[in-house]
Each structure stands twice: as structure tokens, then as C-alpha cells.
């Protein structure tokens, strides 16, 4: 029997030596995304965004990461943030935006006008997207569609240059 005993010590050793390693593949996507530029918006009860201006270079990688850190229930008070193509009518998206509660005011019939979203976000909430910066230079609006907060100022511009 203690033969046994003594390889059961190496045994453990043996199983358990790859635990808590990186695998250097999953590295490689990691380096990657640094090579771009990470983005953090808050938007809270005062509906405005922390940051109303983004300048990002012609197909940068690029990470939003929009934090609701109000107080206010969803119903009343949520946020998303939504990227529109350069030249797009932000008022008029806005406006049929306020009709598309069902889908979480994004209007089904623009939806080609959108680069990239972040679904809405209730208090303490926070979310993610990642996209590429479009490849021509130019303005690209985001905003938020919750109804009435664009109108207040829940909004800025993607500059690509």
C-alpha cells in the first residue's frame, strides 16, 4: 500500500500542474483589442452622457462601455447609447424611436442606419459593445433613444479622422 500513497501526491501534482494557467491562445485577442481605444460613458438621472465627443481613427477597434448609474427605475429612466451612419437625421430617428417601446426603442424600420447599440440599461446597470470605426471620415451621432432624453441632450458625435 505505501507504494500507492507516494504516487497518489504525484498524481495530484501531475493533474492539477495545468490549473490556473493562461492559455496563451486566448492572449492573443486580448493584445488586440488594446491595440484599439476603450470608451466609458455614464448616464445617470440627469440624462446626459459623461462624454458627448469620441475621435477614433478609420477602422479602429473600438469598445463602448455604457454604465447607468442612476437611481430612477427603467420604466422612468433608462439608457442605451445608439451609433448612426454619418449624414442620418438624429431627430427624425429620435422621433420614431419613441414609438418602438416594443423594441426597446429602436425603430425596426432604421435599423440600417445603425453602426452599433447598446440595449437599454436600467439603474446600476452596465453593458458593452465592440465594432470597428467606420473607414470614411466624418460625424458619426450617437445618442439616447428613451423618449425625450435626446431632446435634453443625451447625445455627441464620433468624429473618424
Not at 59 to 79: C, F, R, S, W, Y
Not at 83 to 92: E, I
Not at 135 to 141: E, N, V
Request: hydrophobic share 40%; with cysteine.
Amino acid at each position: 500500500m505505501k507504494p500507492r500513497l507516494l504516487l497518489l501526491p504525484a498524481l495530484v501534482a501531475l493533474v492539477t500542474s495545468g490549473c490556473g494557467q493562461k492559455d496563451s491562445s486566448a492572449s492573443a485577442p486580448a493584445t488586440a483589442a488594446a491595440s484599439g481605444q476603450t470608451i466609458e460613458i455614464t448616464a445617470g438621472d440627469t440624462m446626459k452622457y459623461n462624454i458627448t465627443s469620441i475621435t477614433a481613427k478609420p477602422g479602429e477597434d473600438l469598445k463602448v462601455i455604457l454604465t447607468n448609474n442612476g437611481t430612477q427605475p427603467a420604466e422612468v429612466m433608462a439608457h442605451n447609447w445608439v451609433l448612426l451612419q454619418a449624414g442620418s437625421d438624429v431627430a427624425a430617428f429620435d422621433a420614431a424611436a419613441i414609438g418602438a417601446k416594443d423594441t426597446k426603442y429602436i425603430p425596426p424600420a432604421l435599423t440600417g442606419e445603425i453602426i452599433a447599440h447598446i440595449d437599454m440599461l436600467g439603474p446600476r446597470k452596465s453593458d458593452e459593445v465592440d465594432f470597428k470605426a467606420p473607414m470614411t471620415p466624418g460625424d458619426y451621432p450617437f445618442l439616447c433613444t428613451f423618449p425625450a432624453h435626446y431632446q435634453v441632450g443625451m447625445k455627441g458625435i464620433l468624429t473618424v479622422k
